[in-house]
T-cell receptor, first 108, second 114 residues
Framework: RKEVEQDPGPFNVPEGATVAFNCTYS??????FFWYRQDCRKEPKLLMS???SGNEDGRFTAQLNRASQYISLLIRDSKLSDSATYLC?????????FGAGTRLTVKP | ETGVTQTPRHLVMGMTNKKSLKCEQH?????MYWYKQSAKKPLELMFV???????ENNSVPSRFSPECPNSSHLFLHLHTLQPEDSALYLC?????????????FGPGTRLTVL
């Protein structure tokens, strides 16, 4: 089993749609969790950390489910500019493990 | 944004060439990292430097040789690479190794090995 696993997509959605991605992790002792955004041919940039209680930043909501060992990212009211690859990352004892990313394309 | 810079941004090299990738961070960080990102694969951590000392080498072939002359600069020396080494090479930095979860990435060097 991969340490961090994501559906590669692509997810093709119309503008205004709500889309959700999941990311599963294999080590139950993992301590902190993150979502990164990576535009084509650019570096990953931190989108948001994921807290146990869930957190929201504008149109973006991140959730953590420790029992089932997954994190999720929900994007509401998708914009064309949300088109990117979304990477999840899991930290265990300062060892960061990344997923391969989920590709999202938002279409007019 | 100029927090972490990398040069060159693109590099094409033959298998017998020797080249170097450069990374510089202007954030006052003490930890620096090299990652490899191949298409449709997760980022692979290659090397870690903390206060100029190499602390981790994640089973990277010896044809990749890192160098960290000071806390602001990191190099990756390349020689006799293979076509499968073609990838995006990302440099990152964080305050210290213990704060790896708040690392900042550079724009990467896209390497093609012919």
């Amino acid at each position: 089993r991969k340490e961090v696993e994501q559906d590669p997509g692509p997810f093709n959605v119309p503008e205004g749609a709500t889309v959700a991605f999941n990311c599963t992790y294999s080590n139950s002792a993992s301590q902190s969790f993150f979502w990164y955004r990576q535009d084509c041919r650019k570096e990953p940039k931190l989108l948001m950390s994921v807290y146990s209680s869930g957190n929201e930043d504008g149109r973006f909501t991140a959730q953590l489910n420790r029992a089932s060992q997954y994190i999720s990212l929900l994007i509401r009211d998708s914009k064309l500019s949300d088109s990117a690859t979304y990477l999840c990352a899991v930290n265990l004892n300062n060892d960061m493990r990344f997923g391969a990313g989920t590709r999202l394309t938002v279409k007019p | 944004e100029t927090g972490v810079t990398q040069t060159p941004r693109h590099l094409v090299m033959g298998m017998t060439n020797k080249k170097s990738l450069k990374c510089e961070q202007h954030l006052g960080h003490n930890a620096m990292y090299w990652y490899k990102q191949s298409a449709k694969k997760p980022l692979e951590l290659m090397f870690v430097y903390n206060f100029k000392e190499q602390t981790e080498n994640n089973s990277v072939p010896s044809r990749f040789s890192p160098e960290c002359p000071n806390s602001s600069h990191l190099f990756l020396h390349l020689h006799t690479l293979q076509p499968e080494d073609s990838a995006l090479y990302l440099c990152a930095s964080s305050q210290t190794r213990a704060e790896m979860d708040t690392q900042y990435f550079g724009p990467g060097t896209r390497l093609t090995v012919l």
